[in-house]
C-alpha cells in the first residue's frame, strides 16, 4: 500500500468527502478518487460508502482509519528524524485569523515557505473557530484570551488592547469612567463575551451588552469608527485612528489584562519539526509585542 493513497483515504474520512479532502490536499478530485480505489482493492474491502453529500465511513473503513492515521503518524515522524537539520518536506496547513492573519502572520508564513524550498504552506484565513483535527489543520496562530480545550498551545507574544469609541460616539453618550458603567453603554463584540479589567492588581470582570456583534475585529473597528459603540480592540488595529483622532481611548484607568499571540497543535507529547519551526519564527518575530519588527502600523 503506498503512504500517500493510506493519507488520503485518512483525509476523506476526516473531511466527509472526496472534493474537501482534494482542497487540502490539493490535487484533482480525480486523483484522490484513483487512490481511493487502489486502496480498496488492495485490502478488498470497501472502507467509504459514496453518498450525494459526500462519503460515510463503513465498519471496516472506521476501524482502518485508526490504523491508518497512527502510520501515517508515524511515517512523518520517520522521515523528519532522518532529515538533516532544518530540511523540512511535506505540507504544513495552518489556520489563521482573518484580524491580524494577513497584515500580521502572512510575511512570517512566507518566510517560513522561503527558508525551507521543499516545504508546502498553506495558509487558511477565518476568525471563527477552527476544528484542527477535523479539518486536517497541522496548528493555528489564535490571538486574545484562549478557551479551555484539549489542544496543546505555546504563546508566542504578547497582545495589548483596549477599548476605544469614536469622538461622536463620546460627545453624545459620554465615557464611562468605571467598570460598573459599561452597562449603561452600546459594547461592540463578537459574541457573548465578557471583557475584563485591571483594577490595580485585581482583575474585574464585565458582561457587556450591545445589539452590533461581528465575528471579526476589522468589522468591529469599522462599527467603532461610524460612532455605533465602545470595542475592545487590539492596538494593532486601533492605533493609526487614534493618532488621527478618529478614536479616543475609553476608560484608561482600568486597562484589560495582556491577551496572548499563541500557536495551537492537537494534542500529542511532541510538536512536528514543521509547528516546532513555525512558532520559534513567530516567537522571533513577536515576543517583544503583537506586530512583526519588519511591519507598520
Known amino acids: 500500500m503506498d503512504i500517500e493513497d493510506l493519507r488520503t483515504f485518512v483525509e476523506v474520512a476526516d473531511a466527509g468527502g472526496v472534493s474537501p479532502a482534494a482542497r487540502r490536499l490539493g490535487v484533482a478530485k480525480s486523483i484522490v478518487s484513483r487512490r481511493l480505489a487502489r486502496l480498496e482493492a488492495a485490502l478488498g474491502v470497501q472502507l467509504l460508502a459514496r453518498t450525494t453529500r459526500g462519503a460515510a465511513l463503513t465498519e471496516a473503513g472506521a476501524t482502518f482509519r485508526e490504523h491508518a492515521a497512527r502510520a501515517c503518524a508515524e511515517m512523518d515522524a520517520a522521515r523528519e528524524a532522518i532529515l538533516p537539520n532544518g530540511d523540512l518536506r511535506g ?3 495552518i489556520a489563521a485569523p482573518l484580524t491580524f492573519g494577513p497584515t500580521h502572520f502572512a510575511a512570517v508564513f512566507a518566510q517560513m ?23 486536517g489543520f497541522d496548528c493555528a496562530v489564535r490571538v486574545g484570551y484562549l478557551q479551555d480545550s484539549n489542544l496543546v498551545a505555546r504563546c508566542v507574544g504578547p497582545l495589548y488592547g483596549r477599548l476605544v469609541a469614536s469622538p461622536d460616539y463620546v460627545n453624545a453618550h459620554g465615557s464611562p469612567e468605571t467598570p460598573d458603567e459599561l452597562p449603561a453603554h452600546e459594547a461592540l463584540m463578537q459574541g457573548t463575551e465578557p471583557w475584563q479589567f485591571m483594577d490595580g492588581d485585581a482583575v474585574v470582570t464585565m458582561h457587556p451588552r450591545g445589539r452590533f456583534k461581528a465575528d471579526n475585529g476589522t468589522a468591529l473597528l469599522a462599527a467603532a469608527l461610524s460612532g455605533l459603540g465602545i470595542a475592545w480592540l487590539p492596538d494593532g488595529l486601533t492605533q493609526p485612528h487614534l493618532e488621527a483622532g478618529e478614536l479616543v481611548h475609553v476608560m484608561p484607568r482600568y486597562p484589560p489584562p495582556p491577551a496572548g499571540i499563541y500557536v495551537i497543535r492537537p494534542p500529542g507529547p511532541h510538536p512536528s519539526l514543521k509547528v516546532r519551526a513555525l512558532t520559534e519564527l513567530l516567537i522571533d518575530c513577536f515576543d517583544q509585542g503583537p506586530t512583526p519588527p519588519t511591519a507598520t502600523g
Not at 515557505?113 to 484565513?125: D, F, G, S
Request: no cysteine; net charge positive; aromatic share 8%.
Open 91 to 93: 505540507r504544513l496547513r
Open 113 to 135: 515557505a522561503r527558508r525551507h524550498p521543499q516545504l508546502h504552506v498553506h495558509a487558511a484565513y477565518s476568525d471563527r473557530f477552527v476544528d484542527l483535527v477535523a479539518e
